[in-house]
């Protein structure tokens, strides 16, 4: 089975600031790997699709990157609504399983 | 715009079967595969399994012995069933749909909250 390292678990950040989040998987998943947001209270929402596709409707600000297993989510500038638990997901076939990472929470420094 | 609903029992007995039905609105639920993920309090995301509306599942190795899922598209909902629950199952359930490319999720319920508990 694949497994997610996502890192680090929690992040402290300035409003402007750019913030990135890294997620590593143990064998290559080519880029299914995405990323979602998810507010206290709150069902996760998707961000990023297929590593570095934006999902409509989501700000400019937020991007992703990688393919392999290494991969890369990125705030350009940190804003207060940001603030949440992000989380990678990959998706495997052989055998068929969606794993999601450990989870990153975002707070304002 | 798809909406998911997630609804059942908030509380249930040890050794007993959790069921949750999630109602989809908004679109229709066929042509896609839709899934169950959970969340314990406090912790990360867990993927329970998958069901498309023809009545073809998939589930996560770790539950798939004690895992049911079946549709019932005439009324655009899907089910889940976990049996013989123990306290490790107290989670909040989320129903999403599995989005084209059947690789993410991109519409989820809000969620709902079932604790294992006499």
């Known amino acids: 089975d694949i497994q997610m390292t996502q890192s680090p678990s929690s992040l402290s950040a300035s409003v402007g600031d750019r913030v990135t989040i890294t997620c590593q998987a143990s064998?290559?998943?080519?880029?299914?790997l995405n990323w979602y947001q998810q507010k206290p209270g709150q069902a996760p929402k998707l961000l990023i699709y297929d590593a570095s596709n934006l999902e409509t409707g989501v700000p400019s600000r937020f991007s992703g990157s990688g393919s392999g297993t290494d991969f890369t989510f990125t705030i350009s500038s940190l804003q207060p609504e940001d603030i949440a638990t992000y989380y990678c997901q990959q998706y495997d076939n052989l055998p068929l399983m969606y794993t999601f990472g450990q989870g990153t929470k975002l707070e304002i420094k | 715009q798809v909406q998911l609903q997630e609804s059942g029992p908030g509380l249930v007995k040890p050794s007993e079967t959790l069921s949750l039905t999630c109602t989809v609105s908004g679109g229709s639920i066929s042509s896609y595969y839709w899934s169950w993920i959970r969340q314990p309090a406090g912790k990360g995301l867990e993927w329970i399994g998958r069901?498309?509306?023809?009545?073809?599942?998939n589930y996560n190795p770790s539950l798939k012995s004690r895992v049911t899922m079946s549709v019932d598209t005439s009324k655009n909902q899907f089910s889940l069933k976990v049996s013989s629950v123990t306290a490790a199952d107290t989670a909040v359930y989320y129903c999403a749909r599995v989005g084209a490319g059947a690789t993410l999720f991109d519409y989820w319920g809000q969620g709902t909250l079932v604790t294992v508990s006499s």
């Open positions: 064998q290559d998943i080519t880029n299914y």
């Open positions: 069901i498309y509306t023809s009545g073809s599942t």
